[in-house]
């Protein structure tokens, strides 16, 4: 008994750094789920000219919390049709997908769970892949047509689509030389310049692909409302609803830490090297105290005391992470300085990860759904093709700079010609496929007859 | 030990989880049973410290293979058996091939060490913390050591993809 103890405090001793991350994620990341959610309806609702979730807490703060209690203790209804165990299986397996992958993702320098696997990103990308069987499985489970139709959209279009996005992610890894996500950070650091300025063809088409793989509109096919009631979601209620809700929210962070990592400098503050920027270094904790300073000025102010609590609360928090920002340079303890490097990575990364999750709610407020054959043209004329070609660029690219013996920023320089060339490439594949399209999707002329066109006239 | 314990678990899964996968009837749950299958062989890839090759059965097999089994799956109905699946002799040749390739892989094993390639299957185990970096050690072997075989794999696989799509592509009235 005492040697099972020992060895669980043995394990407990070597890996709680680990451990305490993995816990961080379980917890934060279904919260910060909440509030993209939040978030979402808010700029919206700003948009649109109006002012989303604003009853409960101030600006409808407290709002991620009041659904997901109301969603904890709605009636989790299985249809008497539906595969049972499948059906209660797929929303665990989508969302443990998410989380699972989360774990290979630095969000600073010691700020991960897996310590230095050599597949990184790969792990990340891999495990990920699992999540649409949640997807597929959930929709054929429920026995429904509506769910059936968008589990067979979300299988094609993840097939499309992941393949585009590996081949954004090889142009990724040419650049970095390496897959171990703490390596390819200290790497752009090396090189200093992000990789999105190195391959930005790269970067674009990742991006396309990922709003692709999350399944977010304008390519949310798989959960049309206007066409399929909610998808492969139609007969799933309460918390089992909730869970592929997260999952999608918790991916789109997946793939944002992704694409931050690779292309964005992962935790690295813009221009890491140059000395003369060096006060950019205070304005994490100066945003977080002007944060805690408004949540102390509204907190008199809100009618129901847990609400003022919630305010403190936040209060509270901002003003000790701001602490632990303004201690870490006077005062020499090494587990300050540990928490300083985290936080302080982890707010850079997050702040990149939000502005990449910024894009996605832009477009979806911005264009309308594809057609499914749109969907399918834009993903195997336009983006694989031109991923291809982007590789074989960057690869060009490399072996220019490397005969010329350029290094930091004249790289891109360097890379600009096939950069330029693979631009180009792309313009004739959208222009070639415009005619195509152009010629596929002509009307039909059949002879419609004056007497049955009920339309005329 | 503790590498024992974890290798029989993933092998436990997937032999039960391959017999499973056989005998369902439902075309779906045997899917559900092979990629549990596939999951557990990468476990044991992982277990053997061949990390690139995990994420690769993940990514490829799982992610890729499945997903379009899955797929054609909900577009064929299965619950119509086709009739020369039924016939006899090709379940006999099935069977017989399925036997000959087990005995291949038992004999394989008892006479490894009488074999001409004596010792090719019992590999001298490398240090656990002093390992090659198993990404590296694929790229040389498959980009250096064995180029030819390897283009002339993606040459195949090539010529099976282009064969693919002309089975599949419609004959308009003009051909």
Same mark, same amino acid.
């Given at each position: 008994?005492?040697?099972?103890?020992?060895?669980?405090?043995?394990?407990?001793?070597?890996?709680? @750094?680990?451990?305490?991350?993995?816990?961080?994620?379980?917890?934060?990341?279904?919260?910060?789920?909440?509030?993209?959610?939040?978030?979402?309806?808010?700029?919206?609702?700003?948009?649109?000219?109006?002012?989303?979730?604003?009853?409960?807490?101030?600006?409808?703060?407290?709002?991620?919390?009041?659904?997901?209690?109301?969603?904890?203790?709605?009636?989790?209804?299985?249809?008497?049709?539906?595969?049972?165990?499948?059906?209660?299986?797929?929303?665990?397996?989508?969302? &443990?997908?998410?989380?699972?992958?989360?774990?290979?993702?630095?969000?600073?320098?010691?700020?991960?769970?897996?310590?230095?696997?050599?597949?990184?990103?790969?792990?990340?990308?891999?495990?990920?892949?699992? !999540?649409?069987?949640?997807?597929?499985?959930?929709?054929?489970?429920?026995?429904?047509?509506?769910?059936?139709?968008?589990?067979?959209?979300?299988?094609?279009?993840?097939?499309?689509?992941?393949?585009?996005?590996?081949?954004?992610?090889?142009?990724?890894?040419?650049?970095?030389? &390496?897959?171990?996500?703490?390596?390819?950070?200290?790497?752009?650091?090396?090189?200093?310049?992000?990789?999105?300025?190195?391959?930005?063809?790269?970067?674009?088409?990742?991006?396309?692909?990922?709003?692709?793989?999350?399944?977010?509109?304008?390519?949310?096919?798989?959960?049309?409302?206007?066409?399929?009631?909610? !998808?492969?979601?139609?007969?799933?209620?309460?918390?089992?609803?909730?869970?592929?809700?997260?999952?999608?929210?918790?991916?789109?962070? @997946?793939?944002?830490?992704?694409?931050? &990592?690779?292309?964005? #400098?992962?935790?690295?503050?813009?221009?890491?090297?140059?000395?003369?920027?060096?006060?950019?270094?205070?304005?994490?904790?100066?945003?977080?105290?002007?944060?805690?300073?408004?949540?102390?000025?509204?907190?008199?102010?809100?009618?129901?005391?847990?609400?003022?609590?919630?305010?403190?609360?936040?209060?509270?928090?901002?003003?000790?992470?701001?602490?632990?920002?303004?201690?870490?340079?006077?005062?020499?303890?090494?587990?300050?300085?540990?928490?300083?490097? !985290?936080?302080?990575?982890?707010?850079?990364?997050?702040?990149?990860?939000?502005?990449?999750?910024?894009?996605?709610?832009?477009?979806?407020?911005?264009? =309308?759904?594809?057609?499914?054959?749109?969907?399918?043209?834009?993903?195997?004329?336009?983006?694989?093709?031109?991923?291809?070609?982007?590789?074989?660029?960057?690869?060009? $690219?490399?072996?220019?700079?490397?005969?010329? !013996?350029?290094? #930091?920023?004249?790289?891109?320089?360097?890379?600009?010609?096939?950069?330029?060339?693979?631009?180009?490439?792309?313009?004739?594949?959208?222009?070639?496929?415009?005619?195509?399209?152009?010629?596929?999707?002509?009307?039909?002329?059949?002879? /419609?007859?004056?007497?049955?066109?009920?339309?005329?006239? | 030990?503790?590498?024992?314990?974890?290798?029989?678990?993933?092998? $436990?899964?997937?032999?039960?989880?391959?017999?499973?996968? /056989? &005998?369902?009837?439902?075309?779906?749950?045997?899917?559900?049973?092979?990629?549990?299958?596939?999951?557990?062989?990468?476990?044991?890839?992982?277990?053997?410290?061949?990390?690139?090759?995990?994420?690769?059965?993940?990514?490829?097999?799982?992610?890729?293979?499945?997903?379009?089994?899955?797929?054609?799956?909900?577009?064929?109905?299965?619950?119509? =058996?086709?009739?020369?699946?039924?016939?006899?002799?090709?379940?006999?040749?099935?069977?017989?091939?399925?036997?000959?390739?087990?005995?291949?892989?038992?004999?394989?094993?008892?006479?490894?060490?009488?074999?001409?390639?004596?010792?090719?299957?019992?590999?001298?185990?490398?240090? $656990?913390?002093?390992?090659?970096?198993?990404?590296?050690?694929?790229?040389?072997?498959?980009?250096?050591?064995?180029?030819?075989?390897?283009?002339?794999?993606?040459?195949?696989?090539?010529?099976?993809?282009?064969?693919?799509?002309?089975?599949?592509?419609?004959?308009?009235?003009?051909?």
């Amino acid at each position: 008994m005492s040697g099972a103890f020992q060895g669980v405090l043995a394990f407990v001793q070597a890996w709680w @750094v680990e451990l305490l991350c993995a816990m961080l994620i379980l917890l934060v990341v279904p919260l910060i789920a909440g509030y993209i959610v939040l978030v979402e309806r808010k700029v919206m609702a700003d948009m649109q000219a109006r002012l989303g979730p604003m009853r409960v807490g101030p600006h409808g703060l407290l709002q991620p919390i009041a659904d997901a209690l109301k969603l904890l203790i709605k009636e989790d209804l299985i249809p008497d049709n539906a595969d049972q165990f499948i059906f209660w299986f797929a929303p665990v397996l989508s969302m &443990t997908a998410a989380l699972t992958s989360m774990g290979a993702v630095a969000f600073g320098p010691w700020f991960h769970v897996a310590r230095d696997i050599n597949i990184g990103l790969l792990f990340v990308v891999g495990i990920s892949a699992l !999540g649409p069987f949640g997807i597929v499985l959930g929709g054929w489970a429920s026995n429904n047509h509506y769910s059936i139709i968008g589990a067979i959209r979300s299988t094609a279009q993840l097939i499309s689509y992941e393949t585009t996005a590996g081949f954004a992610l090889v142009s990724g890894f040419l650049l970095a030389g &390496t897959l171990k996500v703490s390596d390819i950070v200290e790497h752009q650091r090396a090189d200093n310049v992000w990789y999105v300025f190195l391959a930005p063809v790269g970067f674009v088409t990742y991006l396309i692909a990922s709003i692709a793989e999350t399944n977010r509109a304008p390519f949310d096919l798989p959960e049309a409302e206007s066409e399929l009631v909610a !998808g492969y979601m139609t007969e799933y209620s309460g918390f089992r609803w909730s869970l592929y809700f997260l999952a999608e929210y918790a991916n789109m962070i @997946v793939v944002g830490a992704v694409g931050t &990592t690779l292309f964005l #400098g992962g935790w690295l503050r813009p221009f890491p090297n140059v000395r003369w920027l060096g006060w950019v270094d205070a304005f994490p904790a100066l945003l977080l105290v002007a944060v805690g300073a408004y949540c102390v000025a509204r907190a008199g102010k809100q009618p129901v005391r847990v609400q003022r609590l919630f305010m403190w609360g936040v209060a509270g928090l901002c003003f000790a992470v701001a602490l632990i920002f303004a201690l870490a340079a006077p005062v020499s303890f090494a587990p300050l300085k540990l928490a300083y490097a !985290g936080l302080y990575g982890a707010f850079w990364f997050l702040l990149k990860v939000s502005a990449y999750i910024y894009i996605f709610m832009w477009l979806r407020f911005t264009l =309308p759904r594809f057609r499914f054959d749109q969907l399918m043209r834009l993903g195997w004329h336009i983006l694989i093709p031109l991923a291809l070609v982007n590789v074989i660029g960057v690869g060009i $690219g490399l072996a220019i700079n490397s005969a010329l !013996g350029w290094q #930091g920023w004249m790289t891109i320089v360097g890379m600009l010609p096939t950069t330029l060339a693979t631009i180009f490439v792309g313009m004739l594949l959208i222009r070639w496929n415009d005619k195509h399209a152009a010629a596929a999707s002509a009307p039909v002329v059949t002879e /419609v007859r004056e007497a049955e066109d009920s339309y005329a006239g | 030990m503790l590498d024992s314990l974890v290798f029989y678990f993933f092998a $436990g899964i997937a032999v039960i989880s391959a017999a499973l996968m /056989v &005998t369902r009837r439902n075309a779906i749950h045997s899917a559900v049973f092979l990629i549990t299958t596939l999951l557990s062989t990468a476990g044991i890839f992982l277990q053997l410290r061949a990390e690139f090759l995990f994420v690769a059965q993940i990514i490829l097999y799982v992610g890729g293979i499945m997903v379009l089994f899955i797929f054609v799956i909900m577009l064929v109905r299965l619950d119509v =058996p086709l009739p020369q699946i039924r016939s006899r002799l090709r379940q006999w040749t099935a069977g017989f091939v399925a036997l000959v390739v087990f005995a291949e892989g038992v004999i394989i094993v008892l006479m490894s060490q009488s074999l001409p390639g004596k010792g090719l299957l019992a590999l001298t185990p490398a240090q $656990g913390d002093k390992l090659p970096p198993n990404t590296e050690d694929i790229a040389t072997g498959l980009f250096g050591l064995y180029l030819l075989p390897f283009e002339i794999a993606s040459v195949l696989l090539l010529v099976a993809m282009i064969g693919a799509v002309v089975m599949a592509k419609k004959r308009t009235p003009a051909e």
